[in-house]
């Protein structure tokens, strides 16, 4: 008699393990799913990080910030699907967020150095930087902020030395213009 319920005990306990164990498989099936076209765009940023780095040796400024267009449209592919179901797998979800932050970041930076290093590269493009005038020049209808090949122009002198500028880059002559009035 013990023998029986023995027996009968261990196959509902066996019947709930292999429950256990499809449910635990499925999400383990689900979470690599999810996870691993995360893993490629992973890889795919880090190949336009690194082919950024031979472009930055021979200043070819315009393939670098191709390659940042690149990374960073990569990288939001990245977010859309982490942010969106990257979730159910939280520890997976953490390292992905932080990537995604991180080569933000570097894209920040990069597009920052090619700035400061072709100007020209930007025009026609929205740029966003830090800019202190080494001279300022009152026109007829505006103010102009100027630092060497930089001109910002504005309606009013700003509160601050240095102002946070927002707006599309042009060129005029050998000058490059940011209208933010």
């Not at 164990?21 to 880090?46: H, R, V, W």
């Not at 570097?106 to 740029?127: C, D, H, M, W």
Request: overall charge positive; hydrophobic content about 45%; charged content about 20%.
């Amino acid at each position: 008699m013990l023998s029986k319920i023995s027996k009968e005990v261990a196959k509902k306990a066996k019947g709930k393990f292999d429950i256990f164990l499809k449910f635990f498989f499925g999400y383990i099936a689900l979470c690599s799913t999810i996870m691993f076209p995360c893993f490629i765009l992973e890889e795919a940023g880090q190949v336009c990080l690194f082919g950024g780095w031979p472009a930055k040796s021979v200043h070819n400024w315009e393939l670098v910030l191709d390659g940042c267009d690149l990374m960073d449209n990569i990288n939001n592919t990245l977010k859309v699907i982490n942010y969106s179901v990257g979730w159910i797998q939280p520890l997976a979800f953490l390292s992905y967020r932080a990537y995604a932050k991180a080569t933000d970041y570097y894209i920040k930076a990069l597009k920052s150095q090619a700035f400061a290093n072709a100007p020209e590269a930007f025009v026609g493009r929205t740029v966003q930087f830090k800019f202190t005038p080494k001279t300022i020049q009152q026109k007829q209808d505006h103010i102009e902020l100027i630092n060497g090949r930089i001109h910002i122009i504005v309606d009013k002198l700003p509160e601050t030395k240095t102002i946070l500028v927002q707006g599309r880059l042009e060129q005029k002559g050998n000058t490059f213009v940011v209208d933010i009035r």
